[in-house]
């Protein structure tokens, strides 16, 4: 009998993906001059920001892609589709909706949510991929009982 466990290597691999994911989508040739055109700010007001921004994205990354494969093991996801389903509704449910409210509330433009969100639309679509495909199991022993 096997039973599905957690993929550490996975989880590892991915949380250096999404750090580059974001570094990617939050570039100058990708979204940068729409995010911060949205945010009313310039290059210029990040150019002191420090470390702290990039230590809260690798732990939100840790935190996330663990979450997501505990959850993948409960749930018994053995394939990519499913873990990317499953991933997509945790997505829309969790954070999608989440941040639109506070964007609403704070009276930011659309489009910085749809910036935002769409990142980690992103990341959550290539981790379920990556932790539905790439599984790994306990095997355990079968008793007979007589």
Same mark, same amino acid.
């Given at each position: 009998?096997?039973?599905?466990?957690?993929?550490?290597?996975?989880?590892?691999? $991915?949380?250096?993906?999404? !750090?580059?994911?974001?570094?990617?989508?939050?570039?100058?040739?990708?979204?940068?001059? !729409?995010?911060? %055109?949205?945010?009313?700010?310039?290059?210029?007001?990040?150019? +002191?920001?420090?470390?702290?921004?990039?230590?809260?994205?690798?732990?939100?990354?840790?935190?996330?892609?663990?979450?997501?494969? #505990?959850?993948?093991?409960?749930?018994?996801?053995? +394939?990519?589709?499913?873990?990317?389903?499953?991933?997509?509704?945790?997505?829309?449910?969790?954070?999608?909706? %989440?941040?639109?409210?506070? +964007?609403?509330? %704070?009276?930011?433009?659309?489009?910085?949510?749809?910036?935002?969100?769409?990142?980690?639309?992103?990341?959550?679509?290539?981790?379920?991929?990556? $932790?539905?495909? #790439?599984?790994?199991?306990?095997?355990?022993? %079968?008793?007979?009982?007589?």
């Amino acid at each position: 009998m096997k039973k599905l466990k957690i993929n550490h290597v996975a989880v590892w691999i $991915l949380v250096i993906v999404h !750090q580059a994911i974001g570094a990617g989508w939050y570039s100058p040739v990708a979204f940068a001059g !729409q995010w911060t %055109e949205l945010m009313g700010k310039s290059m210029s007001d990040f150019e +002191n920001a420090g470390f702290t921004p990039f230590i809260f994205s690798i732990i939100n990354a840790i935190i996330m892609v663990y979450s997501m494969a #505990w959850l993948f093991k409960k749930l018994n996801v053995e +394939n990519f589709i499913s873990g990317m389903r499953y991933a997509f509704v945790f997505w829309l449910a969790f954070l999608f909706v %989440e941040l639109a409210t506070f +964007n609403s509330f %704070e009276m930011r433009p659309f489009g910085l949510t749809l910036i935002d969100s769409g990142k980690s639309l992103v990341t959550f679509m290539v981790s379920g991929f990556a $932790l539905g495909l #790439w599984k790994k199991y306990d095997v355990i022993p %079968e008793t007979n009982s007589l």
